[in-house]
């Protein structure tokens, strides 16, 4: 039996707040099949709570929290779920900031900005029609993995800087008040032959101002490349060094190991295959092995957001058809299949939560993808972010690509623009690895023109054997 301390100021890594913190929680919006004006929805518990002395009580249902708690109650039956470690699958947003809980995606606590190098400048790309987080980016696949729980507010990224000129534009960055600022740099310094001290000091002053401003500091350290020299190898492994050693001394700090995530430590050389032609920057499974590194540093600071709706009912800023991809004895409803290439099948398979996996199996190798199409409830200026879940069977045997696509049409079927997630992005991919299993994918925003009539959301994958998807979103994020 677990009794909460209403007094109790406990900080909840759920929340990221301290519970006796004012928090305004929304009410009047439904939710839930079972409730229409609750909190919260909390799944599972594996223990009874008492709440003011009353048993609230959860065991192996979907209780809504009811509407007559306050919201005192309210937080504390969340925090009990979440230190009984169960999930809470309908909270859509962070508490924080005295913001509401209100269904946007924007997450103030979760936000992040990356800034650097090429490295960093190739996680996005953006031209005059299409917006892509690619399958090169080290943070596109960490947030992958992550679930997107990281909102990234910019990409500031210059090919070929180093960290002094990063230094001259840092407070760019900084003024976009993330909670998160991830930094790679130094590749180019080292290139440069510059002072490994001055690249050490550049370093530290890069940290000093991150923290004066209240952010937390993230720096990559440095991944070799193919066309270094001996001293070129010696100044990476001392700036790495220095680095680790860093860290130790400041609490505050988060250094991310990417040397490590792409380095044979048999030859102190790249795995084949993990950098690209130039031999300075990664390849997809670069990119993909540097991204865990990126979730391993960073994963036990991110307060915990769900994504979500608790049930398949839609609320004002989803606007997708049956998101949850439930029904259909193959295919589920409201959603279609399409085989460009190669031989696909679908099926439905269930999933624990009264939750449904939507399977394809391509039994030869081609491309196929899941679409539908959607001409209302979007208005001119309004900006829209798919999100999907994504799960690769243990018996995938070639994967060249997936990828989650939003695109814009007009009313003659021309297309208006294209917002991509984990895009290929160039010609020269490499094959994705086999270890990517599961996780999360979004498109950047796309915003409705004038002469928008319908929008298509898209998942798309190039593979032989099966893959799954589960639940998915199409958003308002403004």
């Keep these: 039996m677990m009794i909460m301390n209403m007094e109790q100021d406990v900080q909840s890594y759920y929340l990221g707040i301290p519970l006796n913190k004012e928090v305004v929680l929304k009410r009047g919006q439904e939710i839930d099949e079972n409730g229409e004006v609750g909190q919260a929805l909390i799944k599972y518990y594996p223990e009874d709570v008492i709440i003011d002395g009353v048993p609230y009580l959860g065991s192996g249902g979907a209780d809504v929290i009811p509407a007559g708690l306050t919201d005192t109650q309210a937080k504390d039956a969340i925090y009990a779920a979440h230190v009984s470690k169960t999930a809470i699958e309908n909270i859509e947003g962070m508490v924080s900031n005295g913001s509401e809980i209100d269904g946007k995606y924007n997450v103030n606590n979760n936000t992040i900005v990356i800034d650097g190098d090429s490295i960093c400048r190739q996680n996005t790309h953006i031209d005059s029609t299409t917006s892509l987080t690619q399958s090169a980016g080290y943070f596109i696949w960490g947030n992958t993995l992550l679930g997107n729980k990281l909102k990234l507010i910019a990409n500031n990224g210059v090919g070929g800087e180093r960290t002094d000129q990063l230094l001259l534009r840092l407070q760019l960055s900084i003024d976009l008040k993330p909670r998160f600022l991830n930094v790679n740099i130094g590749k180019n310094d080292i290139s440069q032959n510059i002072d490994i001290q001055t690249i050490k000091n550049n370093l ?127 295919t589920a409803t409201g959603w279609s299949f399409y085989v460009s290439s190669g031989v696909g099948v679908t099926s439905k398979v269930r999933r624990d939560k009264g939750l449904e996996w939507q399977q394809a199996e391509m039994t030869t190798f081609g491309e196929a993808s899941f679409y539908q199409s959607i001409y209302s409830n979007f208005q001119i200026g309004d900006k829209y972010k798919f999100i999907a879940e994504y799960e690769l069977d243990s018996n995938v045997v070639q994967v060249d690509s997936y990828r989650i696509e939003l695109l814009s049409k007009d009313s003659e079927g021309v297309n208006l623009f294209s917002v991509r997630g984990l895009d290929i992005g160039s010609s020269t991919m490499i094959r994705f690895p086999q270890a990517i299993t599961s996780g999360v994918i979004e498109t950047p925003e796309l915003e409705i023109t004038a002469d928008t009539y319908r929008i298509i959301p898209y998942l798309k994958f190039k593979l032989l054997g099966k893959i799954r998807f589960g639940r998915t979103r199409l958003i308002k994020t403004n």
């Design 204 to 330: 530290l002053e890069i940290y000093t101002r991150i923290k004066k401003a209240g952010i937390i500091c993230i720096l990559n350290n440095i991944i070799p490349y193919g066309t270094s020299d001996l001293d070129q190898i010696n100044a990476i492994y001392g700036v790495n060094e220095y680095l680790r050693q860093l860290q130790e001394t400041k609490n505050d700090l988060i250094v991310c190991d990417m040397y490590s995530s792409i380095v044979d430590p048999a030859t102190n050389i790249s795995f084949t295959d993990y950098l690209v032609s130039d031999n300075i920057h990664p390849s997809v499974i670069g990119a993909y092995f540097m991204g865990e590194a990126f979730r391993n540093s960073i994963e036990k600071y991110i307060p915990n957001i769900v994504l979500f709706q608790g049930s398949n009912g839609t609320v004002d800023t989803n606007i997708i058809n049956n998101s949850f991809m439930l029904g259909g004895t193959t």
